[in-house]
């Protein structure tokens, strides 16, 4: 496990142990010794398997499997040097911090012959799988658009995360990453088009661009907006509860910061009919089940939907969406894509 301080530490204490019987930790790697040596502790390892270095922990695990829990911008390095040692790979979204070192890590990864999973914990959540549910059973008729809403307070630095405050596209690389695949997850559709912006409204928190709008249209016709704000001093929809609400030509589904689904359709003189739907309780829900999906495709199973090959369309649509905001542009997602495949 490279990675054991912040988000990692979590991982530890709260997804792991689920797993305590197949999933054991041969060695971590952390470059915070305190860190480390936390994780270290809490898992029993000997300081001999606790390294600060990721390349020796890797050359003296002997592991099947490597998880990565580090900033996007050292995943390429975590992920090829996996990729050389022929180690199946979990890793934390998104794939990388630029275009090209998801180029690197997708070719790596497929040239290695290695199996490696995204961590799009959001899909999985108990109410979005409901309302994903919801719109597969044509509850709403024929999908017209869907609108998606992240917005959380961090206008102290160093709230989200000092790295996350000091990168550029802080909100999209970071954040929107998950939104913009839990549109492709909603719509059942990759992105053909993105346009919009990213910026910074001249908050000191952030050195970078910290709010969004964008506009997407899918390969299905079916149309998205997005709106990010990490200044949100008013309604916030932080993690696990983003507003997204799909339009049909039959009616609309809500989900609001209260995690409840509700299917609103208008009836000509019988006024508004508003339903709360049953949320679906899942045996593994978000980072679980993603963990779940990637033992299961360890052991012959089917591959899991946020495997990289799927996972770098959202890539390919949130630096399509960057791009977008630079240069002021419609930007072709569907040439990004097929960039990757050539
Ligand atoms: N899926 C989710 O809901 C979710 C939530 C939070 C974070 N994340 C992801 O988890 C990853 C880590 O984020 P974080 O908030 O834990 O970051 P962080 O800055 O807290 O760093 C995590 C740990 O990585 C260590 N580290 C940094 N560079 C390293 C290197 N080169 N080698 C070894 N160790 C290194 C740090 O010392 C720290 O202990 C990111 O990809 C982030 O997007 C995902």
Same mark, same amino acid.
């Given at each position: ?27 971590? /790697? ?34 099947? $499997? ?6 996007? %911008? ?23 911090? =630029? ?12 040239? /290695?012959? +290695? ?25 709403? &008729?024929?999908?017209?658009? +869907? ?8 206008? =102290?630095?160093? /709230? ?20 913009? @695949?839990?549109? !492709? ?9 993105? %346009?919009?912006?990213? *910026?910074?409204?001249?908050? &000191? ?22 709106? &990010? ?5 008013? *309604? !916030? ?11 049909? $030509?039959?009616?609309? $589904? ?30 593994? %829900? ?12 360890? @052991? ?6 946020? /495997?990289?090959?799927?996972?770098? !369309?959202? %890539?390919? $649509? ?18 990004? +894509? ?5």
């Amino acid at each position: 496990m490279i990675g054991t301080g912040g988000f990692g530490g979590w991982w530890l204490h709260n997804c792991l142990p689920r797993f305590a019987g197949e999933l054991e930790i041969a060695a971590i /790697a952390d470059v915070n010794a305190e860190a480390r040596s936390a994780a270290g502790e809490l898992l029993g390892l000997e300081p001999s398997r606790c390294f600060a270095d990721m390349h020796e922990a890797m050359a003296k695990a002997d592991a099947e $499997l490597c998880i990565v829990v580090i900033p996007p %911008a050292h995943h390429r390095e975590a992920i090829l040097a996996a990729c050389e040692r022929g180690l199946h790979i979990l890793t934390e979204k998104p794939i990388a911090d =630029t275009w090209e070192a998801c180029l690197d890590i997708y070719h790596a990864v497929r040239s /290695a012959g +290695v199996k490696c999973q995204v961590v799009q914990n959001y899909r999985f959540a108990p109410h979005n799988l409901t309302l994903k549910q919801a719109i597969q059973e044509g509850r709403i &008729g024929q999908l017209v658009y +869907v609108v998606g809403r992240f917005a959380a307070d961090y206008r =102290t630095r160093g /709230a989200w995360g000092m790295f996350r405050h000091e990168m550029p596209h802080g909100l999209l690389v970071e954040g929107a990453v998950h939104h913009l @695949d839990q549109i !492709r997850n909603l719509t059942g559709a990759d992105c053909s088009m993105v %346009a919009g912006w990213d *910026w910074n409204p001249g908050h &000191g928190s952030f050195d970078g661009e910290c709010c969004a709008l964008l506009t997407l249209r899918m390969e299905t016709g079916v149309h998205a907006q997005y709106e &990010g704000h990490c200044l949100a001093a008013g *309604w !916030r929809n932080a993690w696990y509860e983003e507003a997204y609400r799909a339009e049909g $030509l039959e009616g609309s $589904l809500v989900v609001d910061r209260d995690q409840t689904v509700r299917l609103l359709q208008h009836r000509p003189g019988r006024g508004l009919r508003t339903e709360e739907l049953t949320t679906l309780q899942p045996e593994y %829900a978000s980072h679980q089940a993603i963990i779940r999906q990637f033992l299961d495709w360890l @052991d012959g199973g089917p591959e899991p939907p946020t /495997a990289i090959e799927d996972n770098i !369309r959202s %890539a390919a $649509l949130l630096f399509g969406a960057i791009r977008a905001s630079e240069t002021h542009a419609v930007v072709d997602v569907g040439q990004l +894509v097929r960039q990757v495949q050539a």
